[in-house]
T-cell receptor, first 113, second 113 residues
Framework: SQTIHQWPATLVQPVGSPLSLECTVE??????LYWYRQAAGRGLQLLFY??????ISSEVPQNLSASRPQDRQFILSSKKLLLSDSGFYLC????????????FGDGTRLSIL | DQQVKQNSPSLSVQEGRISILNCDYT??????FLWYKKYPAEGPTFLIS?????DKNEDGRFTVFLNKSAKHLSLHIVPSQPGDSAVYFC????????????FGEGTQLTVNP
């Protein structure tokens, strides 16, 4: 069966520090991969999605970037964190065809001080 | 532009009764709709989906209804259980966007014993 791993679960970082969140998927090949952010009390905002290695689409302009160095690995990064980057970050995967559910990791709670 | 809307931020029901969660959308190109359940500090869990060629899909205690003319879908939970207490998100996608989802802002369901 397919599983998705996301770490760390919780992260506290100072303003201006770099960020690297990692997500890996097991049990499937060539998945679509996604990064979302959920601000407090809000819905899920799609940040990035990827349909293959090295293929990244950005949904919103922001201070973050994403990379997909391997088929089942998706990384969310920042060179300098802002206070507004605080939130709950979720990685998800889906099959490569249309109209399929996405399956989420357990998320990372990021607090910027 | 909020294309998927959940107008009720919260809903409270008694155990054993029916819970009805509502969702409206504005984009007539959406052809696949999903419901997710989310507990605090966890990723959303896929519950049930429906294609636009159907108007009802049932899975155990969960039934999703789709009214395309009204651009409205609803999730019925019968009977409701205290363990159903969570935030419920509806989401929609369109074939042209692959499996990218647009989420509503969520409804907090509380089932009282």
């Amino acid at each position: 069966s397919q599983t998705i791993h996301q770490w760390p679960a919780t992260l506290v970082q100072p303003v201006g520090s770099p960020l690297s969140l990692e997500c890996t998927v097991e049990g499937t090949s060539n998945p679509n991969l996604y990064w979302y952010r959920q601000a407090a009390g809000r819905g899920l905002q799609l940040l990035f999605y990827s349909v293959g290695i090295g293929q990244i689409s950005s949904e919103v302009p922001q201070n973050l970037s994403a990379s997909r160095p391997q088929d089942r690995q998706f990384i969310l990064s920042s060179k300098k964190l802002l206070l507004s980057d605080s939130g709950f970050y979720l990685c998800a995967w889906s099959g490569g065809t249309s109209n399929q559910p996405q399956h989420f990791g357990d998320g990372t709670r990021l607090s910027i001080l | 532009d909020q294309q998927v809307k959940q107008n009720s931020p919260s809903l409270s029901v008694q155990e054993g009764r029916i819970s009805i969660l509502n969702c409206d959308y504005t984009n007539s190109m959406f052809d696949y709709f999903l419901w997710y359940k989310k507990y605090p500090a966890e990723g959303p869990t896929f519950l049930i989906s429906i294609s636009s060629i159907k108007d009802k899909n049932e899975d155990g205690r969960f039934t999703v209804f789709l009214n395309k003319s009204a651009k409205h879908l609803s999730l019925h939970i019968v009977p409701s259980q205290p363990g159903d207490s969570a935030v419920y998100f509806c989401a929609a996608s369109k074939r042209a966007s692959g499996s990218r989802l647009t989420f509503g802002e969520g409804t907090q369901l509380t089932v009282n014993p």
